[in-house]
């Protein structure tokens, strides 16, 4: 592999050791610089042309990329972008454009100036509004990279009781972000919700509340002509055992949950004082089977 592969491996950003490390000497180094293929950084550090330019960043700084701006290295759900990055630098110095965080003090990214998952939550529980945090954490307990009683052992103290709230919102499994949101907020609005249940004739749903009412939470797939017949098909079934079914997108989710929980209070709200059984339909309108 040459020097230009290489760094594209590493995000386009390496050490002189690391390189030195893969056998790469320092006349090759030298070499690569003088004929376009790399950049020196500053002392110690070389870029490809492809690099990574948050990665380029922490190098410049000396410093780890962490909370948000780490998410994506270790595949962590977020919400919305990203509008400025977040470090924890060695030195400190206030920096334009950059939100700062304390010191890590977790083993950090194998060769990436990135802080370790542990640290970067912890970042995120302390920075973020509760809700771009919960995902992030929801998405690491989800992946197995570490557990909520691990990241609670991390926070004690008066002082970080409502982060150890966010850690209850935590779900045992979430296929995606929308799941830990729906379920925060039907919760929230003193509802019973029950996740990934498995209804008999329909198969799993992502959530049943207050037992009547399931609720889907449909991504990108759910838009292809054969998993909407799917979904049809389903909720046929569900009707045939007497449950209403509606289904959600990531803009409701995300973006309008409120307008989304008062739609499912009017539901359990109609069928509470039996407007999907008018009165005309007096017992024995259905024929006999």
């Known amino acids: 592999m040459d020097i230009d592969n290489f760094l594209r491996s590493r995000r386009g950003a390496a050490t002189t050791r690391t390189l030195q490390t893969a056998g790469f000497t320092r006349r090759m180094l030298a070499n690569a610089v003088r004929d376009g293929v790399v950049s020196r950084l500053h002392r110690g550090v070389y870029t490809s042309r492809a690099s990574d330019p948050d990665v380029?960043?922490?190098?410049?700084?000396?410093?780890?990329?962490?909370?948000?701006?780490?998410?994506?290295?270790?595949?962590?759900?977020?919400?919305?972008?990203?509008?400025?990055?977040?470090?924890?630098?060695?030195?400190?110095?206030?920096?334009?454009?950059?939100?700062?965080?304390?010191?890590?003090?977790?083993?950090?990214?194998?060769?990436?100036?990135?802080?370790?998952?542990?640290?970067?939550?912890?970042?995120?529980?302390?920075?973020?509004?509760?809700?771009e945090a919960l995902v992030m954490v929801q998405s690491a307990v989800s992946q197995a990279l570490l557990s909520i009683d691990f990241l609670k052992s991390k926070l004690p103290g008066n002082r970080n009781g409502k982060v150890r709230e966010i850690l209850d919102l935590v779900l045992p499994r979430a296929d995606s972000l929308l799941e830990v949101l729906a379920h925060t907020h039907f919760t929230r609005a003193g509802l019973k919700v029950q996740m990934h249940v498995d209804v008999p004739g329909v198969g799993e749903v992502d959530c049943l509340v207050n037992e009547c009412l399931i609720v889907e939470l449909d991504g990108g797939t759910h838009l292809e002509g054969k998993q909407v017949k799917k979904d049809q098909y389903r909720n046929n079934a569900?009707?045939?055992?007497?449950?209403?079914?509606?289904?959600?997108?990531?803009?409701?989710?995300?973006?309008?949950?409120?307008?989304?929980?008062?739609?499912?209070?009017?539901?359990?709200?109609?069928?509470?004082?039996?407007?999907?059984?008018?009165?005309?339909?007096?017992?024995?309108?259905?024929?006999?089977?």
Request: aromatic share 8%.
């Open 238 to 289: 569900a009707m045939r055992r007497g449950l209403l079914t509606l289904h959600y997108y990531y803009v409701d989710v995300v973006h309008h949950p409120e307008r989304m929980v008062a739609e499912v209070m009017a539901v359990l709200r109609n069928r509470e004082v039996g407007r999907y059984a008018p009165a005309r339909y007096a017992p024995g309108w259905v024929p006999p089977s």
């Open 56 to 131: 380029v960043a922490a190098f410049r700084a000396d410093g780890l990329l962490t909370c948000v701006s780490a998410a994506r290295f270790y595949g962590l759900w977020t919400l919305g972008g990203v509008d400025a990055l977040h470090l924890s630098c060695s030195t400190g110095q206030a920096r334009r454009g950059v939100v700062h965080h304390g010191a890590c003090l977790h083993p950090v990214h194998s060769y990436l100036p990135i802080a370790g998952v542990a640290d970067v939550l912890i970042h995120a529980l302390r920075c973020l509004p509760e809700l």
